[in-house]
């Protein structure tokens, strides 16, 4: 089946960075062109989207909560997908999702961000920001 596995979470201060990691297993993200996203949940809020990849064409999309702070990327021989977090903040505490999908479709920009249309899941790391 397949598998994501995602590290890297922990304990920072504001303004603090942090890289997390995720790794499939079962696939790989270029072949077929699966998309990749990362997620987040704060306890008592909905699942939300953070950033996506494209792996057919390299496109990627965030949320304008992170913009300019987050930014995703990809290694390819490793089959990993990187999601590097500046400039933290409170707010951004959550356990972190990556997510994929069993079956490719077109106009990705267009429902990147929502959790329903994902089928895979890894299980989560933490990010807490706390002076």
């Known amino acids: 089946q397949v598998q994501l596995v995602e590290s890297g979470g922990g304990l920072v201060q504001p303004g603090g960075s942090l890289r997390l990691s995720c790794t499939a297993a079962?696939?790989?993200?270029?072949?077929?062109?699966?998309?990749v996203a990362w997620f987040r949940q704060a306890p008592g809020k909905e699942r939300e989207g953070v950033c996506s990849?494209?792996?057919?064409?390299?496109?990627?999309y965030y949320a304008d909560s992170v913009k300019g702070r987050f930014t995703i990327s990809r290694n390819n021989t490793k089959n990993t997908v990187y999601l590097q977090i500046n400039s933290l903040k409170p707010e951004d505490t959550a356990v972190y999702y990556c997510a994929t999908v069993s079956l490719f479709r077109p106009a990705y920009s267009t429902w990147w961000s929502a959790h329903r249309n994902y089928d895979y899941w890894g299980q989560g790391t933490q990010v807490t920001v706390s002076s």
């Open positions: 990849i494209s792996m057919s064409d390299g496109s990627t």
């Open positions: 079962g696939f790989t993200i270029t072949r077929p062109f699966r998309p």
